[in-house]
């Protein structure tokens, strides 16, 4: 993978974005001390090479009543390709399973669950992530809180 040149400006305009993805061309364009064309031109090639994948809004899952956080080590029967696609297909299906990672260590993945209550996460555990496919057993763990969780890269 090839990695494309990235300079001060558009470093600074990650940056900017990463605070506020609302801000404006011309208020972006006078805060990294360029012209708003050429601004604009390095916001679109950002987005054509992928480097910003896109812009949302960052919703608070607390404000929502999503404040049980549970991460949970999965362990799979089978590690091989297709088994591996399998699972992570279905996993990307869940939408209570806020990030999965596939791990180097003693399991297999690693998922951060978003739930209202321990309730509601014992059923997504029991009815939904026990039966993704080829998952041979998992272990969790319950966050009591976060302490850093903003989503952001640190400064470019």
């Given amino acids: 993978m090839a990695f494309p040149d990235i300079d001060r400006f558009d470093r600074a305009i990650l940056n900017l974005l990463a605070e506020?993805?609302?801000i404006s061309v011309a208020d972006l364009?006078?805060?990294i001390g360029l012209s708003k064309?050429?601004?604009q031109t390095r916001l679109k090639r950002l987005e054509?090479?992928?480097i910003i994948t896109g812009y949302r809004a960052l919703v608070d899952p607390i404000r929502l009543g999503l404040d049980h956080v549970?991460?949970?080590e999965?362990?799979?029967?089978?590690?091989?390709?297709?088994a591996l696609a399998k699972f992570n297909a279905a996993v990307s299906k869940l939408p209570e399973v806020e990030q999965a990672y596939m791990?180097?260590?003693h399991f297999d993945y690693l998922l951060k669950v978003r739930t209202r209550s321990m309730t509601d996460y014992r059923a997504v555990l029991g009815e939904k992530?026990?039966?993704l496919p080829h998952v041979s057993s998992t272990s969790t763990y319950v966050a009591m809180e976060a302490v850093k969780e903003d989503g952001a890269l640190g400064p470019l």
């Fill in 20 to 22: 506020d993805g609302r």
């Fill in 48 to 50: 054509t090479e992928g």
């Fill in 129 to 131: 992530i026990s039966s």
């Fill in 103 to 105: 791990m180097a260590s």
């Fill in 70 to 72: 549970a991460f949970v």
């Fill in 37 to 39: 064309t050429p601004t």
């Fill in 74 to 82: 999965v362990k799979l029967d089978d590690t091989r390709q297709a």
């Fill in 29 to 31: 364009a006078r805060r």
